[in-house]
Nanobody, 120 residues
Framework: QVQLVESGGGLVQAGGSLRLSCTASGSIFKINAMVWYRQAPGKQRELVARITNGGTTSYADSVKGRFTISRDNAKNTVYLQMNSLKPEDTAVYYC??????????????WGQGTQVTVSS
């Protein structure tokens, strides 16, 4: 089994910064893409940022230029640096990873979520 544990959420004023982390542990052969999603109250979960095993990144338009995704493959960890935060960034942020347990078997796993609240 694989566990994803997020950390780094909290309460911050508009214009501030937070850095989220998500570490995978367990039966891991390799991790493919790692993704951050978020879900605000009453809204659908949306993709925020994605990074491949090779480091290629992509972002939602709403966070481009403000958020940066990165990863440390040696630590099985993905980060989300969030700058210039806005009240509309308030949401529960979830980590998602596609994990190979061997050369052929890949499954998606989710973290438990971490709350980010941005006050105006």
């Amino acid at each position: 089994q694989v566990q994803l544990v997020e950390s780094g959420g909290g309460l911050v004023q508009a214009g501030g910064s937070l850095r989220l982390s998500c570490t995978a542990s367990g039966s891991i052969f390799k991790i493919n893409a790692m993704v951050w999603y978020r879900q605000a109250p009453g809204k659908q979960r949306e993709l925020v940022a994605r990074i491949t095993n090779g480091g290629t990144t992509s972002y939602a338009d709403s966070v481009k230029g403000r958020f940066t995704i990165s990863r440390d493959n040696a630590k099985n960890t993905v980060y989300l640096q969030m700058n210039s935060l806005k009240p509309e960034d308030t949401a529960v942020y979830y980590c998602n990873a596609f994990v190979y347990s061997d050369s052929y078997t890949v499954k998606p796993y989710w973290g438990q979520g971490t709350q980010v609240t941005v006050s105006s």
